[in-house]
């Protein structure tokens, strides 16, 4: 299943995107994929809900907005540097074990809204990314078990403000947690649907221009490498999203580099998990 929330920002409903490309409200099953929906079984009840109710779904039309496909989560937590060409354009050295960082939850916007460039920011990048919903509590859970800890996989544009990520003193999290840094969707694809997420292409275009083109089989540490590594440091809750990381081909590696301003637009997409675009716009 394609899980999509839709409506104004703040007020999303839940729905189904189907195989013909076309939307249904689903919020008659009662429930938003929330951190108790996933936590319980949702995606089970849901489809078996669908059996006799998907007829009664309302649709919804291609003009309506689309939301992030989650309920705001107790989490966002970032994989840095796991692609190897990446790393170096990054002038970074390889990291032996999975570099974290946490996104402020706050970022979250919906697949398609507008990146507002930060009050100062003259280095605003963009990194396409896979991401993972978590479906199951996961605390010190094994490389073995931890596909079964996943709900399903998101597209995500960790975008970064290289200026406050880098330059300033301590942490990362300075340049990735501005509103709007985190478009997620447009859709969480089930595990079902996706059966090898450590081989998935994925892309970037700038102003039409390809940037990024890469498969996640470049991984440094793939999905259940990643579950695993982060469960022996904290819980990972149901609707937690881990992303896992930006392959080569970001703003900072250009030589000179090249970061966004007011009107560019962003367009990003992953193999089975479809696309999204984003306009840049000031903050004001
Ligand atoms: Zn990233």
């Known amino acids: 299943m394609k899980l999509i929330r839709f409506g104004s920002a703040g007020n999303e ?10 939307r249904i409200d689903v919020s008659g099953f009662g429930e938003d994929y929330s951190e108790s929906f996933f936590g319980t079984d949702g995606i089970g009840r849901l489809r078996h809900w669908l059996e006799t109710n998907q007829g009664n779904c309302p649709k919804v039309t291609a003009a309506v907005r689309l939301g992030p496909p989650m309920a705001r989560p107790s989490k966002l937590v970032c994989v840095g540097l796991n692609y190897a060409q990446h790393a170096k354009e990054a ?31 003259e280095k605003t990048d963009w990194e396409v990314e896979l991401a993972i919903v978590i479906g199951k509590k ?47 969707g447009p859709f969480i ?30 991984f440094i540490f793939n999905v259940q490498e990643v579950v695993s590594y982060i469960s022996q440091f904290m819980t990972l809750l149901p609707g937690d999203v881990i992303s896992t990381g930006t392959p080569f081909g970001v ?34």
């Open 13 to 22: 409903k839940p729905g189904l995107q189907l195989e013909d490309g076309s």
């Open 91 to 121: 002038g970074m050295n390889i990291p032996k074990e999975p570099v974290l960082f946490f996104k402020a939850t706050s970022a979250i916007v919906g697949p398609n809204d507008d990146l507002i460039i930060p009050k100062g920011s």
């Open 138 to 184: 996961a605390s010190y859970v094994s490389e073995a078990n931890a596909f079964d800890h996943v709900a399903g996989y998101v597209l995500h544009n960790d975008y970064s403000e290289r200026a406050f990520q880098i330059e300033k003193e301590g942490q990362w999290c300075k340049g990735k947690g501005c509103d709007t840094f985190a478009p997620i």
């Open 189 to 218: 694809a089930t595990t079902d649907e996706i059966p090898d997420p450590n081989s998935l292409n994925l892309w970037l275009k700038l102003n039409g221009e390809t940037v990024q083109n890469s498969s996640t089989d470049d």
């Open 251 to 284: 703003g900072l590696g250009f030589d000179p580099p090249k970061y966004l301003k007011p009107g560019d637009v962003v367009e990003l997409g992953i193999e089975g998990l479809g696309s999204s675009k984003q306009t840049a716009k000031a903050y004001q």
